[in-house]
C-alpha cells in the first residue's frame, strides 16, 4: 500500500465519530442554514394546509414528520445527488444536509399538532361554542385574561363567528386582532422552546455516546446524508431499499386510485374487531412506517410494546365487563382508564429518575463545567456549551413560572404542573429515541395530573382554567420540539465545525414556521370557515371545548387530591423500578420498561400490531438468517417508510390538482 494510500486511509479514520462510526464530514455553513429557512417555511406553509384546505393525509401529526422526511429525500435523491455527480464541490456535505433537515424537523413540531392549530382554537372555540348548556359565557369566559386571546373575543362576536364560519363578501381578515395575543404567548412559547432544547443538549452526549439509544427516526435520513459512506447516498443504489419503497407506494397508490374510482380495490391495514360485543375491539394496524421504524430497535424493546399493551387492553375489557372504573376525572387524553393514567404517570416519572441516576457521572462533567472547572473541550461538539444551555434552562424556567401565575395558575400548582409537564416531555422523548414509536402519547397531561393530585379546591376555579389555556403546548401534542432537537442532535456527530450555529438555526425554523402555519391557519379559516376544516382542531368536540368543558365538569364535582391515585402512580413507578432493575440484573430479560411505561395509551391500543409484526419479523430474520441478512434486509424497511410518505405527497399534489380533496393515506 503507498504511503498516500495509509494517509487517506488513516485521514478517514480520524474523521469518524468514535461511537457512532459515522464520518464527520463539512460544516454548518450560512447556505445550509438558508435553505433550512425555506424548508422550514415550506413545511409551515404546506403542512397545515394538506389538511386544513386539501384535507388530505395528516402531515406533520407526529415525531415522524412525513412531509420534513419527503422533502429531505427530494433534495438528497434529487439536486445534491446531481451536484456530487457532475460538480461535487458544490454540493451539501452531510453536516450541511443534517442541519436543514433538522430546521425542517424543527418546524414539524410547530406548523400543525405542536402549535399552530392548537393555540388558534384554544384562545377563539370557547366564546365561539359558547352557548347556555356548557355555561362557558358565564362560567368560563369571565376566568380567562383578556390578554391572552384576540381583541374583541366574545359570544357572537364577529371575531370568532367569521373566523369558524367564514368572511362576508368585501371583509378583511383582522389580523391585527391577534397580534397582542400572539406577542403576550410568545415568552412562555420561546422559554419552553428553548427549554427544551437546553435539555437536550445537556443529555445528548449521555444518550448517543453513554448509552448509545437506538435513535431509530435518524437512521433513514443519516443514510440520504451518506453519513457511513462519505457523503454518497449508497442506499439509494440497493434494490431491497427500492424494493420496500414500492410496495409502500403501491399499497398508497390503491388507496388513493380507490378514493377516485371506487371499482379499485383499497387494502385495509386497519381491520378492526369486536373481541367483546360492545366492551372490546382489537385493532391489527399495520402502519408501514411503523414497521420500519421498529425494525430498527431491540427486540426487547418491540416486544415489551405490544406484550404490555395486551395485557392492559385485557385489564381494561374485565375493568369495564366488571363495572369496576373508579369515577377519578383525570381528563381527557392518554390512558382510557383514569387508574391508568396514574400508572403509567408513575412510570414516566420513574422512567426520568432512573435515567437522571445513570446518568449521574455525565451529570457529574456538566456541573464540573458549569462551575469553570471542568475541561472545556468536553463540549466543543454541541450547539450550547453545558454553562449556556444549563443557565438558559434556568432563566427559561423562571420566564415559565411567572408566565403562568400572571395566567392565573396558583403558585401551589405552578411548580407540580411545571415538573409534569417536562416529565412527559422528557419521558416521551426517550421513548421515540429508544422505541421508535413515532406516534407516541403520554399516559396523562400536566393540567389533568395536576388537578388530580393537588385536587380542584387547591387550584380554584381561575387556575384551573388557567391549567387549560396551556392545552397550546401541554395536552395530547404528538409532537414537540424536544424530540426533534434529541433527533437532530443525534445526527450532528457527522458535522466536522459549526456546531453552535445550529442553535440559531433552530430558533429561525421555530419562528418563521410559526409565521408560515399560522398565516395559512388562519386565512383558510376566515376565507372558508374553520368548522370545515380539520374537525378535531376546530370541531365542537375537539380542541376548541374538550379542556373546558373537562375544566368545569372538575370544578363542579370540587374533588380532592384522590388517595387512590397517590397509591397508584406510586405503584406505577414501583413496577418500572423493578422492571428496569431486572433488565439490568438478569442476562436476556425478555421485558424493557418502556413498554411498560407506554402499554397503557390508546395510541398503543391502536398500532400494537405493527410493533408485533415487526418483533415476529425480526426475530425470525436473526434466527434463521444471522447479523448479515438482518443488514442486509434492512434497506427494505426503510423504504417502506419514504415510500408510504412519499405517495401522501404525491396525492396532496393530485387532489390539488384534480380539485378532488380529501383523499388520506395515512394517519399513524
Not at 224 to 247: C, V
Amino acid at each position: 500500500m503507498s504511503a498516500v494510500s495509509r494517509e487517506t486511509l488513516a485521514t478517514r479514520a480520524e474523521n469518524r465519530h468514535p461511537i457512532t462510526g459515522e464520518y464527520r464530514k463539512g460544516v454548518i455553513t450560512v447556505r445550509s442554514l438558508v435553505l433550512g429557512t425555506l424548508g422550514a417555511l415550506a413545511v409551515g406553509y404546506l403542512a397545515p394546509y394538506s389538511i386544513h384546505v386539501i384535507h388530505g393525509s395528516w402531515m406533520e401529526l407526529d415525531f415522524s414528520a412525513p412531509m420534513s422526511l419527503f422533502f429531505f429525500f427530494f433534495l438528497c435523491a434529487g439536486p445534491n445527488l446531481l451536484l456530487m455527480k457532475l460538480r461535487r464541490s458544490l454540493a451539501l456535505t452531510p453536516a450541511e444536509l443534517v442541519a436543514i433537515y433538522g430546521m425542517m424537523l424543527m418546524a414539524s413540531a410547530i406548523v400543525t399538532m405542536g402549535l399552530t392549530s392548537q393555540i388558534i382554537p384554544v384562545i377563539t372555540g370557547p366564546a365561539y361554542y359558547a352557548s347556555p348548556e356548557n355555561r362557558f359565557e358565564t362560567e368560563l369566559l369571565p376566568y380567562i385574561k383578556p390578554w391572552l386571546m384576540p381583541r374583541g373575543t366574545a359570544p357572537q362576536s364577529p371575531l370568532v363567528t367569521y373566523l369558524y364560519e367564514g368572511l362576508p363578501p368585501g371583509q378583511r381578515i383582522p389580523w391585527g386582532a391577534y397580534l397582542p395575543a400572539l406577542l403576550a404567548w410568545a415568552p412562555l412559547l420561546m422559554a419552553v422552546y428553548v427549554a427544551m432544547i437546553c435539555f437536550m443538549v445537556l443529555l445528548r452526549k449521555q444518550w448517543v455516546e453513554n448509552e448509545r439509544l437506538a435513535y431509530p427516526l435518524t437512521f433513514l435520513p443519516l443514510e440520504l446524508a451518506g453519513a457511513r459512506s462519505g457523503g454518497w447516498p449508497l442506499i439509494l443504489k440497493q434494490p431491497m431499499f427500492w424494493g420496500g419503497f414500492l410496495l409502500a407506494a403501491g399499497l398508497a397508490t390503491m388507496t388513493g386510485l380507490h378514493a377516485y374510482f371506487p371499482t379499485v380495490p383499497a387494502p385495509n391495514l386497519a381491520p378492526k374487531f369486536e373481541a367483546v360485543k360492545n366492551i372490546w375491539w382489537v385493532w391489527f394496524r399495520m402502519s408501514l412506517p411503523m414497521i420500519g421504524f421498529f425494525y430498527l430497535v431491540n427486540l426487547d424493546v418491540s416486544f415489551s410494546l405490544w406484550f404490555f399493551n395486551l395485557i392492559f387492553q385485557i385489564l381494561s375489557m374485565i375493568i369495564k365487563l366488571l363495572k369496576l372504573t373508579p369515577h377519578e376525572n383525570v381528563g381527557p387524553f392518554g390512558a382510557n382508564v383514569d387508574l391508568f393514567k396514574y400508572l403509567g404517570s408513575g412510570a414516566f416519572i420513574a422512567l426520568l429518575v432512573s435515567g437522571l441516576w445513570v446518568a449521574r457521572p455525565h451529570l457529574r462533567v456538566i456541573w464540573d463545567r458549569v462551575r469553570g472547572v471542568g475541561d472545556p473541550r468536553v463540549d466543543r461538539e454541541e450547539i450550547l456549551s453545558y454553562p449556556t444551555a444549563f443557565w438558559l434552562l434556568v432563566v427559561c424556567l423562571i420566564v415559565i413560572t411567572i408566565w403562568l401565575q400572571a395566567s392565573g395558575m396558583p403558585a401551589v400548582a405552578i411548580p407540580v404542573f411545571i415538573v409534569l409537564a417536562f416529565v412527559f416531555f422528557l419521558g416521551l422523548t426517550r421513548v421515540v429515541v429508544e422505541s421508535g414509536m413515532a406516534e407516541a402519547v403520554a399516559p396523562s397531561i400536566a393540567p389533568g395530573m395536576t388537578a388530580a393530585l393537588l385536587g380542584t379546591p387547591a387550584l380554584g376555579q381561575g387556575g384551573m382554567i388557567a391549567m387549560v389555556m396551556n392545552y397550546v403546548w401541554a395536552s395530547d401534542i404528538r409532537t414537540f420540539v424536544m424530540a426533534s432537537a434529541a433527533n437532530t442532535l443525534r445526527m450532528t456527530t457527522v458535522v466536522e465545525k459549526g456546531h453552535r450555529r445550529l442553535f440559531a438555526g433552530f430558533l429561525v425554523a421555530i419562528l418563521v414556521s410559526f409565521a408560515a402555519s399560522f398565516y395559512v391557519t388562519l386565512s383558510a379559516g376566515y376565507n372558508s370557515g374553520a368548522a370545515t376544516m380539520a374537525a378535531w382542531f376546530f370541531g365542537a368536540e375537539g380542541v376548541p371545548t374538550i379542556g373546558y368543558k373537562w375544566a368545569l365538569a372538575r370544578v363542579a364535582e370540587n374533588a380532592g387530591p384522590s388517595r387512590l391515585g397517590w397509591i397508584t402512580l406510586l405503584t406505577g413507578a414501583g413496577l418500572y423500578l423493578l422492571l428496569a432493575t431486572a433488565r439490568f440484573r438478569f442476562v436476556n430479560w425478555p421485558f424493557h420498561p418502556i413498554g411498560f411505561a407506554l402499554a397503557q395509551t390508546w395510541i398503543m391500543d391502536a398500532i400494537w400490531f405493527s410493533p408485533f409484526l415487526t418483533w415476529l419479523l425480526k426475530s425470525t430474520i436473526l434466527r434463521y438468517g444471522g447479523m448479515r441478512t438482518y443488514v442486509y434486509i434492512r434497506p427494505f424497511f426503510l423504504g417502506l417508510v419514504i415510500g408510504q410518505f412519499s405517495l401522501n405527497v404525491l396525492w396532496l399534489l393530485v387532489d390539488k390538482l384534480t380539485g378532488h380533496p380529501g383523499t388520506s393515506l395515512f394517519w399513524i
